[in-house]
């Protein structure tokens, strides 16, 4: 989180996101989407580089090509449609695609897309002043966006010092009114708020969208079979689970939130019509018929540390060994059978819900995916997002138990802070605008 935060405020993309988690001119003043949606273009404001050079668009063209080879860009599987990336004039550049994609412009405003060159850095909208022992950023001064009549420098009481520590000391040391900000909270650390005195109102929580569930990462055993995939999906009592660490914590059994770019409702679990007592007693009928030798199954979850890891784990294993399973919990990158996935969405398509759920998914729900990644239009792409939806609901290869949590400690002085469903909060846009 601190690293992206760093990103976004220093390295802007052609676009990015305001306050609210919607899309505002980055390096871009302005763009039109032609040819029905397979061209964009975009117009550069005049822009400079942090050593004062100026921005051209033979350099944000090489800069986004850069990006999207990068292999440790976790946006690439999801801008294959990008065909090329050419400079038109010194101001003006295109991005040609293979296929239609109505949500390119929310792809190329996440910091994994911005812009940068080794040696002259970003280009704002700040800059950083002071590195030790902590970035100190001041927003950058901007001539073309500058009030020719008052042409006033970024003062330092407009500076931001970006502190990345542990979330209890981050919640500490707001609780002691030593920061006016602590972003990037999740569940693992949410328990922690009740052993502090902070403002009711300065806890804010997202609307975040994405995913939170268990990935199944070990298909051999007992879950190479998908019923027995199945069984621990519908033991699980997610409202349980959630209530422990949150009250307010909604739980979810679908992987798709809505219908999205889907061509069908979320396809819902077989099980999801039946109370948890007849599922459970379904599955420890399937665990019994699995146990061979008087060898109990044992299945390891990786999920990260704090506290409420630790909630989440008591009720995850409780439901487990309610069907004779037993649980085991292990480091987030350890070895495992079932690995946490807590990712908020970058954008709002089926497939991105799917395809991050995937890991491994049967040979045809892989098949449907990558149908949908190259269909010809949007219609066949809808369609294949709903089929890869039900063979991927049906195949249990994802165990859905809530949407992720995210939260922030917010001091009132910080007046343009705003929930959006990105969990995104741009330095930039935390002050309120002066008179």
Partial sequence: MPSRLLADATEQGLVRFDAAGQIEPGLAERWIVIDEGRSYIFRLRQAQWANGAKVTADQVAAALRRRLGARGNPLRPFLSAVDEIVAMT?????????????????LFAQPEMAVFRTGRGGTGPMRIVATMPHPLLRPALDPARADPEDPREPQPEEDVRLIGERAAVAIARYAERRSDLVSGGTFAAWPLLATVRVPPADVRVDPAVGLFGLAVVSRAGFLADAANRAAVSQAIDRAAATATVAPAWEPVDRLLPDRLDSAAPPAAPAYAALPLEERR?????????????????RLRVALPRGPGATLLFGQIAASLIAIGIEPERVGWDEPADLRLIDEVAPY???RWYLATACRPC???AQAALAAARDAPTMAVRAQEIARADR????DMAFIPIARPLRWSLVAPRLGQWQPNTRAWH???RLRREPN
């Fill in 426 to 428: 741009p330095l930039n």
């Fill in 362 to 364: 049967s040979p045809e």
């Fill in 391 to 394: 063979l991927l609901t049906d």
């Fill in 90 to 106: 010194p101001q003006v550049l295109e991005v040609r695609l293979s296929r239609q994609r109505p949500d390119l412009l929310k």
């Fill in 348 to 350: 709002d398509s089926g």
């Fill in 281 to 297: 007693a379904i599955a420890r009928a399937r665990v019994a018929e699995a146990e061979t030798g008087g060898e109990p199954v």
